[in-house]
């Protein structure tokens, strides 16, 4: 098999030199502390008083995670390699630059590896007296049925749920109250993907898993886990339809009620496509009388250089609106 080409200079080292280009390229908003090369921290988001919101995961899904660090949303990020969590080290770097002595409040998505290392973590700050608390995202509609929801994955609808958590604390609200939003954002919120193309490893340059050519995977998780259906590729209306009937199916939304709203790309799907995408959830959202408060097309999670697009959308009601339109100020994402 065929290595895929990439813009890179050694493999194992992809992870590491992203970070000296992150941090190059946003010094207003980012910086690293001395000996924890895997936390990136805002530069204007934690100080005394207030919640530290520390989020993170494996690298390869950019912007998530380091794009949503700065002041409004999150305080620090711990960086894994490609596709893998990181390890309690750099959590624990990361939550100690975001203490500000009211509590640190771990998000990520729902993945095992992710869930030992954060939860070992926490066992590291209780003996510095740090209390930290955790809130896995399960947005992944397709990852696990209805009534086992604690065990789907978290996707693209991080963005929404880091979002309202991050203002939250940046309201200087308490740990219980930050903790509340969080879990409140998540129970709202539903995400489908689909998968056209596989993407490839910096170490490995080779796909992660087949896809024939003519073929789509409906629900593909971010690591390539297995959707819930495979099929002959269909046109960009019968796929989003299919995704919006899942996620109506779920959300129980009434007549008048608003949403935002993220089509995502997975890496190498163009806005182009996407925005044929989300031309169609409009339609059928408008359609059921469905008002769409705020709306984000482009590449939020990505999967390298995974070619298909998942949907995301957050029920809101007015408490989430408040938390959505807070300000922040990110690297790669800004409100206000």
Known sequence: MDQTQKLINDGNAAVDEMLTGIIAAHPNHLWRPDNAPRAVVARHGPREGKVGLVIGGGSGHEPTFLGFVGKGLADAAAVGNVFASPPPQPVVDAALAANGGAGILFMYGNYAGDVMNFDMAAEM????????RTVVTTDDIASAPRDAREKRRGVAGNVFIFKAAGAAADMMMSLDEVERIARHANDRTYTMGVALS???LPQTRRPNFELPVGEMEIGMGIHGEPGVRRGPLQSANAVTDEIVDAILGEMNAKAGDSVAVLVNSLGSTPLMELYIMHARVAERLAAADIRIHSALVGPYCTSMEMAGASISVMHLDDELTTMLDHPCDCAMFRVG
Do not use: D, P, Q
């Open 198 to 200: 596989a993407c490839s």
């Open 125 to 132: 700050l209780e003996m510095e007296s740090i209390e930290a």
